[in-house]
Nanobody, 127 residues
């Protein structure tokens, strides 16, 4: 069974940095997309970033481009999200999600295409 476990969330001041981790287990295929979504209080869940296992292509929401960097350590089976220059509006629960059948990588931000989800980790950015 595929499992995703997030860690690394916490409280940070605006302008600070955090690195989120998503540890994976049970994945037997090499062709998948894995990424991050977030849900702020009172708002819909939105895609933040995604990386393709097969070729390392990365995708970012416009709101985080230049601030966030996604990476995948295949040896550790762990995905990371380095978040720099954090803003209070980035406060949300961040979820790790994986898709085995993402035919169009351009659709990475569509949560209904994700097959597995982690439980989330809280990120709070104070002003």
């Amino acid at each position: 069974e595929v499992q995703l476990v997030e860690s690394g969330g916490g409280l940070v001041q605006a302008g600070g940095s955090l690195r989120l981790s998503c540890a994976t287990s049970g994945i037997i295929f090499d062709d998948y997309a894995i990424g991050w979504f977030r849900q702020a209080p009172g708002k819909d869940r939105e895609g933040v970033s995604c990386i393709l296992r097969r070729d390392g292509r990365t995708y970012y929401a416009d709101s985080v481009k230049g601030r966030f960097t996604i990476s995948l350590d295949n040896s550790k089976k762990t995905m990371y999200l380095q978040m720099n220059s954090l803003k209070p509006e980035y406060t949300a629960v961040y979820y790790c999600a994986l898709s085995f059948g993402l035919a169009d990588p351009g659709s990475w931000y569509m949560e209904n295409l994700m097959d597995r989800w982690g439980r989330g980790t809280q990120v709070t950015v104070s002003s």
